[in-house]
């Protein structure tokens, strides 16, 4: 009898395979959002902590923490203020941890180009997978996945991006040298272009290289004390090499060149404390954060959103629920006469109530294993679309 | 005594002035017996006693040695489900199964789905000329071919009692001859009973006992 019931439903539901496709996506989506929702916070928890709480503190100009964080830890891509280098000395100068610059203000296409130095590789722990280290200006080593995403290796070349399309005396894209690959860390450094401090600059304009103006008179507009003026024939250099590396020249004053933020490990937690004494100062130009606190706040705030969103998709769900429970009502309604006709043949009422039981099961169990498929196939993709969301 | 035999029978519907009142009807085993009468007679209403889906206010109706009365709402659907056929006049069929899953439905919820069932059932349905839509969907055929799977699946259990409430409505003459020859057959071979609720007045000759239903009815 009860497969003869499971028959039947089996029968009747696949027949109408449609409606319950249809049905069963309705219930699966109800069911998914919540699942996904949970998922997909799971997952931005996870990439964001090892980060956070492996970044013991972080100075940078004054505003939001926030967007300081996700542009220092996670190389996302926003404006923030810069912070003047020589707040990277004053941080060296009191000795009381090391103090690791990051610039991270422009890209090679989608890549995130990071002009910092060689510190930096050792508290990541990224090493040379293929290839060797920065060497000179114009070097930059790859992140894993931005080498195998664009089939990318060392010896080859990649161009900086023109950040502003409009600004038209702007530097043209800088042509770097690859000299190295990285271990994969499975963080964003795995998206980046790694570049020496000075490189940045270079992309930035603060530094420049062009033909010896000297040698070649008919570049020269006119000659002051100690000066030459170059007219607009001098031939511009938009790529470092051994030859032409002597070109490249910096101008102004050095202390006052922009970083986007400071990586702080300080030696030990006094000095820890006494540095973030220091930054304490509403007037202060730059401030000093623990990864770790912004990143509880940002996950304090986004497990309030979800609770709420839980709520909300709680009531779709009964919601859902309650139209499911009408549409199989109005279906079995409809076929009455079915049922009175396998009623008068001898079938119980028990085996009519197990095909219409075995009914509802079928489509549940359909939704639920769509839900199923969804929420894997998102579990799968998360953390890929989270670093996305952070780019 | 290995019939049909209804006794002192009496049944009304509720707030209808319709009566039906049978004081003895005897069909043997091995025989057919006719229930003629124009529409809204009262035809399939005494079928529905015979078969026991609708309980008289009085009286008997004895399929076999076993009182329709004496059983429980539960034992008549057993009972029905393996000792009775039922060719209903709109079919009844579900549309979305198969020929073969239609005919074979009944022994299903009777967990009798043996090969030689099947065997039997593919050969009614060869017989009834719907074999070469085996696998169909009941929904996809015409009239005709429907109304012959509803006497398929009738016969498919072998019942002992037969009841046909026109069976042969949907049929060209060449099927209808086929189909009462087929059913004629199986009543001899079985022993069975067969009740046949008609208005063709053609069939009557197959049916040397059958009675007119205005006769039962006030």
Redesign the interface.
Known sequence: MMLAALHLAWRYVARHRLQTLLLAGALALVITLPLCLRVVVQATEATMRERAVSTPQLVGARGSALDLMLTALYFKRQPLPPVAMKHLHELREANLGSAIPLDVRFHAQESPIVGTEIEYFGLRSLRIANGKMITRLGDCVLGARTALRRGLKPGDAIFSSQEQVFDMAGIYPLKMRITGVLTPNGTPDDDAVFVDLKTAWLIQGLAHGHEDVSTTRDTVLKTETDNLVANASVRMFNEVTDKNLDGFHFHGDTSAYELSAILVVPKDPKSEALLAGRFLKGTNAVQLIRPREEYDALMSTLFQVQTLAFSVLGLTLIAAAAISALVFALSFRMRRREFKTLGDVGVSPLALSLTKLFEITLVGAGGLALALIITLFVQWNASTWVQLLLK | MSGISLQDLSFSYPGSSFRLHVNGLEVAPGAGFGLLGPSGAGKTTLLRLM?G?LQPQSGLVQLGNTALQALSE?ER??????E?G?V?QDF?L?D??TVE?NIL??Q??R?HTSASASDRARDLAERLEIGQHWQK?AGQLSQGERQRIAIARALAHKPRFVFADEPTASLDSRRRSRVMDLLMEYTHEQQACLVMVTHDTELMPLFPNHARVEDFTS
């Open positions: 078969t889906l539960a659907r057993a009972f029905r489900l393996s009775v039922l209903f009844a579900l979305y199964l899953e439905l009944p299903r919820f967990s969907l």
